[in-house]
């Protein structure tokens, strides 16, 4: 779909001639008989939020039309979905190779959680699609994947999985579906935290997951089951996010591109993680693959101090410190690198603020590193 059409979807066909849709805040649906309620199963309406809400389906139809996939579903959480996606996929007794660079928290469900069900996972580099050749059950990519932004060969990968029989889910928070589409490059399930950018304001938690009919009916045992449904408020506040997203990631993505490409030059950075930038190794691929770049990135400092780390990023004025990213305002986390000469990667979730304000305040913060 084109850009702008995302802003209109769905709009013409509300209760009351209403431009938005209704928060159908409402736990449970009625039946006109007790014949209709036995037979609930097989008929069309609505019955129980936790399996099917107006509301929901709204931002799940319009989530599925974004991604070209046949069907789509919120859920409480990005986490909620990445758990539902994989426990779709693998049962006792399979083999999950998952990129080595994939979000903390799903790392930790992979292994941790997974291991529990007699579930195994190994971890691979992502730049070279023949390492997840092995016998597996699914390969779990996330591409650009959290803090550093390596990309995996999506159509490579899957090319491969057709061979060996795997299924492939990718976490496609990063691009949203306005700059990639992973099923067209033969993924089967693609997940979202809408937590992040889809929902776009810092004001709701929630995840998708769309796919194919048939496997999606999978996914829809794990949220009946394991409870992990999308609240309708929040998926109202993600309709209202989603019709904006056009807007705000065009804003996004060139706040992001003018901040990555000067601080390439300051002198108090030594590289920076940007897959918009020339100079990313996996440049050529990103522009395959992606249609478009959004505000996260990171960059590594100069090496320096911890105290004088600490210092600058504390006087930041424009970027507050905190977790998450994909919001209107800009964010700021840093970490030191484990191993000597223990650089600091400073991670921005670029918000919409004026690009020159923003620079300006990291020059200021970071005035005399790397001198
Ligand atoms: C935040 C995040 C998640 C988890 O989403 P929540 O909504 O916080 O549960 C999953 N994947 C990526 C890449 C994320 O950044």
Redesign the pocket.
């Known amino acids: 779909m084109t850009d702008p059409e995302l802003c209109f979807l769905e709009s013409d066909n509300y209760p009351y001639r209403a431009i938005v849709p209704p928060i159908v805040q409402s736990s449970l649906f009625t039946w006109d008989d007790l014949e209709q309620f036995l037979k609930r199963g097989e008929l069309e309406g609505w019955d129980y939020t936790r399996v099917g809400n107006p509301t929901i389906d709204v931002a799940e139809r319009i989530i599925a039309q974004a991604e070209g996939a046949e069907k789509c579903m919120l859920f409480a ?4 979905a ?1 758990s539902a996606a994989v426990l779709a996929c693998v049962k006792s007794g399979d083999h999950v190779v998952a990129v080595e660079t994939c ?1 903390g ?2 790392r930790e469900f992979l292994t941790d959680y997974l291991s529990r069900f007699g579930v195994t996972v190994e971890f691979v580099s992502g730049e070279y699609p023949e390492k997840f050749r092995k016998p597996a059950k699914l390969y779990y990519l ?1 591409s650009p994947s ?1 803090i550093f932004f390596n990309l995996q060969d999506i159509q490579q990968v899957a090319a491969v999985a057709k061979e060996t029989g795997a299924l492939v889910v990718i ?1 496609n ?2 691009a949203t579906p306005l700059y990639q589409n992973p099923i067209s490059m033969g993924v089967d399930l693609v997940i979202h ?4 950018y889809l929902g776009g304001h810092s004001d709701i ?3 998708a997951v769309a796919g194919r009919r048939e496997l999606m009916e999978k996914v829809g045992v794990e949220r009946r089951t394991l409870g992990g449904c999308a609240d309708p408020f929040a998926a109202y506040l993600l309709i209202r996010g989603l019709r904006t997203l056009p807007v705000r990631m065009a804003r996004h993505q060139e706040t992001g591109l003018a901040l990555a490409s000067a601080l390439a030059e300051r002198p108090y950075v030594d590289a920076v993680n940007h897959p918009g930038l020339e100079s990313h190794p996996q440049f050529e691929l990103g522009k395959r693959q992606m249609r478009g770049y959004s505000g996260l990135f990171s960059f590594w400092l100069k090496p320096a101090s911890r105290e004088s780390v600490v210092r600058a990023i504390n006087s930041l004025r424009r970027f507050r410190i905190g977790p ?2 994909g919001g209107p305002e800009s964010l700021v986390v840093a970490f030191p690198e484990e191993q000597p000469p223990h650089r600091w990667v400073v991670r921005l979730s670029v918000g919409l603020e004026p690009a020159s304000a923003l620079l300006d305040d990291l020059d200021a913060a970071f005035d005399g590193f790397g001198a």
Do not use: L, N, Q
Request: negative net charge.
């Open positions: 959480s990005g986490m909620a990445v979000y928290p799903t996330e959290s976490d928070s990063w935290s809408t937590s992040k938690m929630g995840g998450s990213w």
